[in-house]
C-alpha cells in the first residue's frame, strides 16, 4: 500500500484541534466560520484522496451508513454512498418504496429500527420539512440530512460553496444570483444561509409566483434574526444577472404549471433561462451553477451549460468530497 | 341535583354586573341567590375566600371525538377536561364519525353525556349531510332533536349557493349557522400560516386571505338572507375588521377567538415550547385556522375587547399522540385546549374581561338560553353551575396531567397565571383541586 502518509494525514485531520462537536447535520444555518473553514479543508483532503490511483482510505473501517431516501435520487443518494466507500464504511440504502414504509409504518420507528441494525450515521431525504429534525430528536446515530422538502439541502451548499471557493477563493462580496423556484428549493434556502455567512452578496430571482413570503417584490424585510437572511430580490434577469459573479438556475419542477404558478415551460424560458445573451450581463468569467438534474433547454440554454463558465460537471464530482468531509468529521465525534 | 354555598369569594356575574364578595347558593341544583357573606349555610360549602367565584365557563366549540375517534377524546375525558378547565358547558362538533348529520346521532351525543359525561354536552349538527357539503343535513330534525347551532366546522361550506341556503333554511329554524371560514383553494395543502416563519421553515402557507375571502363571503351571504352567521375561530386582522365593518352596518354576524389565537403566534411552530435551540417544526402548534402574526394577535385581542369578537371558544381538538408524533406536513392540526383556556385568556386580556366572554358572551351569542334558562349567569334560577378560580395562582402546564386524552398543546412546560380551583355544575363538585 502507498500513501500511508497520506492516510495519516486524513486521519490526523479530525483531531484537529478545532474539533467537530456536532452530532447531526441538518442545515447549514447554524454552522460557525470556524466549522465551514474545517468542512472545507477536509473537503480539500478528500479531493486529494479522490484523486489517487485508488481512491480509498480505511478510516470509517466498520462504520455503518444507512441512506434512507423518502423521494426518488440519483445523485445525492450515488454521492453518499461513493462518499461512504471510500472512506472504507458500509453503505447500506434503503428506499422508502421498498421498505416497511409501505406497509404503514412511522418514519420514527423505521429509524428506531435502522439504529437498532447498527447504523453509526443515517443519512436521509424526506419530502417533508422537517422531519430530520424530527428523526434526530429520537435517534442517537448521526442524520445528514440530504434534503427535507422545501426546507435544506446542506450538502449541496457546502459543495456549492466549495466549488465557488475553487475558482473565486474567497466569495466575499461576490455577488450571486439565484434564479428560478425559490419558493419551492431547499437548494435555494440552504445556499441563501451559507452564502451569506461566507460573507457572498445574493440575490434571488424568479417569478413572483414562485418566490416565497417575505421574498417576494414589496415585502417588508422581516427583522427577526431567526429569519432567513437578508437578500437582494428581482424578478427581472437581465437586471439581476448584472456584474454577477456567480449565477445559479434552480431546477424547475414540471409541476408548477399545474398549481397555476407558471404558463407554460416556453414563457419561463423566455423570461428565466440563462443564455449566452444574459450571461454577456455578468462579470467576465461569471460561474454557472446548477444543482442538477437539469431540464434541458429550460433553466440553462444548451450552449451556456456546456461552456467553459459552466461548473456543472466540478459541482457533482465536489459533491462526493464534501461528502466524505462530512461523513468523516460525524463519525470522529465522540458521544457521551 | 345537590346543595352547596360557595362562600365568601368575590363573585363576578358579569351578565348581571355583580362584582363583590358574596356566598353563592345553589339549591336543588340551581342558583338560589347570592347571599351577603357569612350567613348560616345547609348542605355541603366550599370556602372560595381570596378566590373568584363565576359562572360555569361555556364553551360553544370544542371536540369530544365520540363517536368514532375515541382514542383521541370521549365524552368522558373530554367534559372531565372541560371541569378541569372551568367549563361547565361544552357545545360539541360534529365532525365525529359518523357525523351529527342525524337525530339518532344527536340523541347518542345526548344519552352518552347523561351517563359518563360530568358537565352538560350541548350538541352542534351538521349543515350538510356527511359534512361532504353538497346537500343540507335535515335541520329541522336536528333542531327538534336538541342542537343549538349548525355548522360543518373543520371544513368550510365551500359552495356559496349551500351556504345561503342554509342560512335562509336556518334562519327558519332561528338556530345559527357557525362557519368554519375558509377558502380551500387559497389554503390548499397549507399546514401554517404564509410569512417569514412559513419560508424559513420551507413549509406550505396559509395565507390571510384564505380566511378573510370566505369572512366576506358569509358576511354578504348574511346581508342577502338576514340569518345569522356566526364565524369560528377567527384569526386575522382583515377578518377582525371585515366583522367590525359588518357589525357598524347592523349586519347579523357574530365572531369567536380562541385562547391560542389571543396568545400565540406562527413563531411557536419555529420555537416549539422552549426557545432557542435547534427548529421545534411543533406539531402541537399545528392548527386550524394557523397561528398567526403578532398583528394579529394584537387584532384579535383589540377586537374582542371591543366587541367586535362576541366571545372566547376554545376550538379543544385533542389527538392521540401518534397523531402529533410524526412529520409536519402529515401531523393532525389542532390544540387541545379546554385545560388552559382560563390561564391562557388572562395572559392576554384583563379577568373581568376574560370571565364575560367565557360565560354570559358566548350563551348570548348561541342563545343558548333558549335550551338552558340562566346558563352562563348566576341569576336566581339559573344553573348551579359555579366556577371558583385563583386568577393569582402560578402553575406549570404537564400535558401528562390532563384529563384529556389529546395531550397536543405547544404550552408544554409554560408556566402560566390563573388556576380553576374548583368546578360546580348542578350544585355538584366536578372537580376539586383544593
Same mark, same amino acid.
Given at each position: 500500500m502507498r500513501?500511508?502518509?497520506?492516510?495519516?494525514?486524513?486521519?490526523?485531520?479530525s483531531?484537529?484541534d478545532?474539533?467537530?462537536?456536532r452530532q447531526?447535520?441538518?442545515?447549514?444555518d447554524?454552522l460557525?466560520?470556524?466549522?465551514i473553514?474545517l468542512?472545507?479543508?477536509t473537503t480539500?483532503?478528500?479531493?486529494?484522496?479522490?484523486?489517487?490511483?485508488? !481512491?480509498?482510505v480505511?478510516?470509517?473501517?466498520?462504520r455503518?451508513?444507512?441512506?434512507l431516501?423518502?423521494?426518488?435520487?440519483?445523485r445525492?443518494?450515488?454521492s453518499?454512498?461513493?462518499a461512504?466507500?471510500?472512506?472504507?464504511?458500509?453503505?447500506?440504502?434503503v428506499?422508502?418504496?421498498?421498505? $416497511?414504509?409501505?406497509?404503514?409504518?412511522?418514519?420514527?420507528?423505521t429509524?428506531?429500527t435502522?439504529q437498532?441494525?447498527g447504523?453509526?450515521?443515517?443519512?436521509?431525504?424526506?419530502g417533508?420539512?422537517g422531519?430530520?429534525?424530527?428523526v434526530?430528536r429520537?435517534i442517537?446515530s448521526?442524520v445528514?440530512?440530504?434534503g427535507?422538502?422545501?426546507?435544506?439541502?446542506p450538502?449541496?451548499?457546502?459543495?456549492?460553496?466549495?466549488?465557488?471557493?475553487?475558482?473565486?477563493?474567497?466569495?466575499?462580496?461576490r455577488?450571486?444570483?439565484i434564479?428560478g423556484d425559490?419558493?419551492?428549493s431547499?437548494?435555494?434556502? $440552504?445556499n441563501?444561509w451559507?452564502?451569506s455567512?461566507?460573507g457572498?452578496?445574493v440575490?434571488?430571482?424568479?417569478?413572483?409566483?414562485?418566490? !416565497?413570503a417575505g421574498?417576494?417584490p414589496?415585502?417588508?424585510?422581516?427583522?427577526? !434574526?431567526a429569519?432567513?437572511p437578508r437578500?437582494?430580490v428581482?424578478?427581472?434577469l437581465?437586471a439581476?444577472?448584472?456584474g454577477?459573479?456567480?449565477v445559479?438556475a434552480?431546477?424547475?419542477?414540471?409541476?408548477?404549471?399545474s398549481?397555476?404558478?407558471?404558463?407554460?415551460l416556453?414563457e419561463?424560458?423566455r423570461?428565466?433561462?440563462?443564455n449566452e445573451?444574459?450571461l454577456?450581463?455578468?462579470?467576465?468569467?461569471a460561474?454557472?451553477?446548477h !444543482?442538477?438534474?437539469i431540464?434541458e433547454?429550460?433553466?440553462?440554454?444548451?450552449?451556456v451549460? $456546456?461552456?467553459?463558465q459552466?461548473?456543472?460537471d466540478?459541482?457533482?464530482?465536489?459533491?462526493?468530497?464534501v461528502r466524505?468531509?462530512?461523513?468523516?468529521l460525524?463519525?470522529?465525534?465522540?458521544?457521551? | 341535583?345537590?346543595?352547596?354555598?360557595?362562600?365568601g369569594?368575590?363573585?363576578?356575574?358579569p351578565?348581571?354586573?355583580?362584582d363583590?364578595?358574596?356566598d353563592v347558593?345553589?339549591?336543588k341544583?340551581?342558583?338560589?341567590?347570592?347571599?351577603?357573606p357569612?350567613?348560616?349555610?345547609?348542605?355541603?360549602?366550599?370556602d372560595a375566600a381570596?378566590?373568584v367565584?363565576?359562572?360555569?365557563?361555556?364553551?360553544?366549540?370544542?371536540h369530544?371525538r365520540?363517536?368514532?375517534?375515541?382514542h383521541?377524546?370521549?365524552?368522558?375525558?373530554g367534559t372531565q377536561?372541560?371541569?378541569?378547565?372551568?367549563?361547565?358547558?361544552?357545545?360539541?362538533m360534529?365532525?365525529?364519525e359518523?357525523?351529527?348529520?342525524?337525530?339518532?346521532?344527536?340523541?347518542?351525543?345526548?344519552?352518552?353525556?347523561?351517563?359518563k359525561g360530568?358537565?352538560?354536552?350541548l350538541p352542534i349538527?351538521c349543515?350538510t349531510?356527511?359534512?361532504?357539503?353538497?346537500?343540507?343535513a335535515?335541520l329541522?330534525e336536528?333542531?327538534?332533536a336538541?342542537?343549538?347551532?349548525?355548522?360543518?366546522d373543520?371544513?368550510?361550506v365551500?359552495?356559496?349557493?349551500?351556504?345561503?341556503?342554509?342560512?335562509?333554511?336556518a334562519?327558519?329554524?332561528?338556530?345559527?349557522?357557525?362557519d368554519?371560514?375558509?377558502?380551500?383553494a387559497l389554503?390548499?395543502?397549507?399546514?401554517?400560516?404564509?410569512g417569514?416563519v412559513?419560508?424559513r421553515l420551507?413549509?406550505r402557507?396559509?395565507p390571510?386571505?384564505?380566511?378573510?375571502t370566505?369572512?366576506?363571503?358569509?358576511?354578504?351571504l348574511?346581508?342577502?338572507t338576514?340569518?345569522?352567521?356566526?364565524?369560528?375561530?377567527?384569526?386575522?386582522?382583515?377578518?377582525?375588521?371585515?366583522?367590525?365593518?359588518?357589525?357598524?352596518?347592523?349586519?347579523?354576524?357574530?365572531?369567536?377567538?380562541?385562547?391560542?389565537?389571543?396568545?400565540?403566534t406562527?413563531?411557536?411552530?419555529?420555537t416549539?415550547?422552549s426557545e432557542?435551540g435547534?427548529l421545534?417544526y411543533d406539531?402541537?402548534a399545528?392548527v386550524?385556522p394557523?397561528?398567526r402574526?403578532?398583528?394579529?394577535?394584537?387584532?384579535?385581542?383589540?377586537g374582542l375587547?371591543?366587541?367586535?369578537?362576541?366571545?372566547?371558544?376554545?376550538?379543544?381538538?385533542?389527538?392521540?399522540?401518534?397523531?402529533?408524533?410524526?412529520e409536519f406536513d402529515a401531523?393532525?392540526m389542532?390544540?387541545s385546549?379546554?385545560?388552559?383556556?382560563?390561564?391562557l385568556c388572562?395572559?392576554?386580556i384583563?379577568l373581568?374581561?376574560?370571565?364575560?366572554r367565557?360565560?354570559?358572551?358566548?350563551?348570548?351569542?348561541?342563545?343558548?338560553?333558549?335550551?338552558v334558562p340562566?346558563?352562563?349567569?348566576?341569576?336566581?334560577?339559573?344553573?348551579?353551575?359555579?366556577?371558583i378560580?385563583d386568577p393569582?395562582?402560578?402553575?406549570?402546564?404537564?400535558?401528562?396531567?390532563?384529563a384529556?386524552?389529546?395531550?397536543?398543546?405547544p404550552?408544554?412546560?409554560r408556566?402560566l397565571?390563573?388556576?380553576?380551583?374548583?368546578t360546580v355544575?348542578?350544585?355538584?363538585?366536578?372537580?376539586?383541586?383544593?
Amino acid at each position: 500500500m502507498r500513501a500511508t502518509s497520506q492516510d495519516q494525514a486524513v486521519e490526523r485531520r479530525s483531531t484537529d484541534d478545532r474539533e467537530w462537536t456536532r452530532q447531526h447535520l441538518l442545515d447549514v444555518d447554524d454552522l460557525s466560520g470556524d466549522e465551514i473553514d474545517l468542512l472545507m479543508e477536509t473537503t480539500d483532503s478528500m479531493k486529494e484522496v479522490l484523486g489517487r490511483d485508488v !481512491p480509498r482510505v480505511p478510516t470509517l473501517r466498520g462504520r455503518t451508513i444507512v441512506t434512507l431516501f423518502y423521494e426518488a435520487s440519483t445523485r445525492t443518494r450515488a454521492s453518499f454512498e461513493l462518499a461512504g466507500k471510500a472512506l472504507g464504511a458500509d453503505v447500506i440504502n434503503v428506499a422508502a418504496g421498498g421498505s $416497511s414504509v409501505e406497509k404503514g409504518e412511522s418514519l420514527i420507528d423505521t429509524v428506531r429500527t435502522l439504529q437498532a441494525v447498527g447504523a453509526d450515521v443515517l443519512v436521509m431525504r424526506h419530502g417533508s420539512s422537517g422531519a430530520p429534525h424530527l428523526v434526530a430528536r429520537h435517534i442517537r446515530s448521526s442524520v445528514i440530512n440530504a434534503g427535507d422538502g422545501w426546507h435544506a439541502h446542506p450538502t449541496q451548499a457546502l459543495l456549492d460553496l466549495y466549488t465557488m471557493r475553487a475558482h473565486l477563493g474567497d466569495v466575499r462580496g461576490r455577488r450571486v444570483v439565484i434564479v428560478g423556484d425559490i419558493a419551492h428549493s431547499r437548494v435555494a434556502r $440552504s445556499n441563501i444561509w451559507l452564502l451569506s455567512k461566507a460573507g457572498a452578496e445574493v440575490t434571488v430571482c424568479g417569478p413572483a409566483t414562485l418566490l !416565497p413570503a417575505g421574498l417576494r417584490p414589496g415585502d417588508p424585510p422581516t427583522e427577526d !434574526p431567526a429569519a432567513l437572511p437578508r437578500v437582494n430580490v428581482e424578478t427581472d434577469l437581465d437586471a439581476a444577472v448584472e456584474g454577477a459573479d456567480v449565477v445559479m438556475a434552480l431546477r424547475l419542477q414540471k409541476e408548477r404549471m399545474s398549481g397555476g404558478l407558471l404558463p407554460s415551460l416556453r414563457e419561463y424560458a423566455r423570461l428565466y433561462q440563462l443564455n449566452e445573451s444574459r450571461l454577456a450581463r455578468a462579470a467576465s468569467g461569471a460561474l454557472v451553477m446548477h !444543482p442538477g438534474p437539469i431540464n434541458e433547454g429550460v433553466e440553462i440554454s444548451p450552449a451556456v451549460a $456546456s461552456s467553459l463558465q459552466s461548473v456543472i460537471d466540478e459541482q457533482v464530482t465536489n459533491g462526493v468530497a464534501v461528502r466524505m468531509a462530512v461523513l468523516l468529521l460525524m463519525c470522529g465525534v465522540k458521544r457521551a | 341535583m345537590s346543595d352547596i354555598t360557595v362562600r365568601g369569594g368575590r363573585v363576578l356575574d358579569p351578565a348581571n354586573g355583580f362584582d363583590a364578595v358574596a356566598d353563592v347558593v345553589v339549591r336543588k341544583g340551581v342558583v338560589v341567590e347570592l347571599a351577603k357573606p357569612g350567613g348560616k349555610a345547609s348542605g355541603e360549602t366550599i370556602d372560595a375566600a381570596g378566590l373568584v367565584v363565576c359562572p360555569g365557563f361555556v364553551d360553544i366549540h370544542a371536540h369530544l371525538r365520540e363517536p368514532g375517534f375515541e382514542h383521541k377524546e370521549t365524552i368522558a375525558t373530554g367534559t372531565q377536561a372541560a371541569a378541569r378547565g372551568g367549563f361547565t358547558t361544552v357545545c360539541a362538533m360534529p365532525n365525529t364519525e359518523p357525523a351529527t348529520d342525524s337525530a339518532g346521532a344527536v340523541e347518542f351525543i345526548l344519552r352518552t353525556a347523561a351517563a359518563k359525561g360530568v358537565v352538560r354536552v350541548l350538541p352542534i349538527g351538521c349543515v350538510t349531510k356527511g359534512r361532504a357539503g353538497h346537500e343540507l343535513a335535515e335541520l329541522s330534525e336536528l333542531a327538534d332533536a336538541g342542537v343549538v347551532a349548525f355548522s360543518d366546522d373543520g371544513a368550510p361550506v365551500t359552495d356559496a349557493a349551500l351556504m345561503r341556503r342554509a342560512l335562509e333554511y336556518a334562519g327558519m329554524l332561528q338556530t345559527p349557522v357557525i362557519d368554519h371560514a375558509e377558502e380551500p383553494a387559497l389554503a390548499a395543502g397549507g399546514v401554517m400560516h404564509e410569512g417569514w416563519v412559513s419560508t424559513r421553515l420551507g413549509l406550505r402557507g396559509v395565507p390571510a386571505a384564505a380566511e378573510e375571502t370566505a369572512v366576506a363571503r358569509d358576511i354578504a351571504l348574511a346581508e342577502t338572507t338576514g340569518s345569522r352567521v356566526h364565524i369560528a375561530h377567527i384569526s386575522t386582522a382583515g377578518s377582525v375588521e371585515l366583522v367590525r365593518a359588518a357589525k357598524a352596518r347592523g349586519l347579523p354576524v357574530t365572531a369567536e377567538v380562541t385562547p391560542h389565537h389571543l396568545t400565540l403566534t406562527h413563531e411557536a411552530v419555529l420555537t416549539g415550547p422552549s426557545e432557542g435551540g435547534a427548529l421545534a417544526y411543533d406539531t402541537n402548534a399545528k392548527v386550524n385556522p394557523p397561528l398567526r402574526t403578532p398583528e394579529d394577535v394584537a387584532a384579535c385581542v383589540a377586537g374582542l375587547l371591543d366587541a367586535t369578537i362576541d366571545c372566547i371558544a376554545t376550538d379543544h381538538a385533542p389527538h392521540a399522540t401518534q397523531d402529533k408524533l410524526c412529520e409536519f406536513d402529515a401531523a393532525a392540526m389542532g390544540i387541545s385546549g379546554l385545560e388552559t383556556a382560563l390561564a391562557l385568556c388572562l395572559t392576554a386580556i384583563p379577568l373581568e374581561a376574560a370571565v364575560e366572554r367565557l360565560t354570559i358572551a358566548p350563551a348570548t351569542t348561541l342563545e343558548l338560553a333558549r335550551h338552558v334558562p340562566g346558563i352562563g349567569s348566576l341569576s336566581k334560577g339559573a344553573p348551579g353551575d359555579v366556577v371558583i378560580i385563583d386568577p393569582e395562582a402560578e402553575w406549570t402546564v404537564e400535558p401528562e396531567t390532563f384529563a384529556s386524552l389529546g395531550k397536543n398543546t405547544p404550552l408544554a412546560g409554560r408556566t402560566l397565571k390563573g388556576r380553576v380551583v374548583a368546578t360546580v355544575y348542578g350544585g355538584k363538585v366536578v372537580y376539586d383541586a383544593r
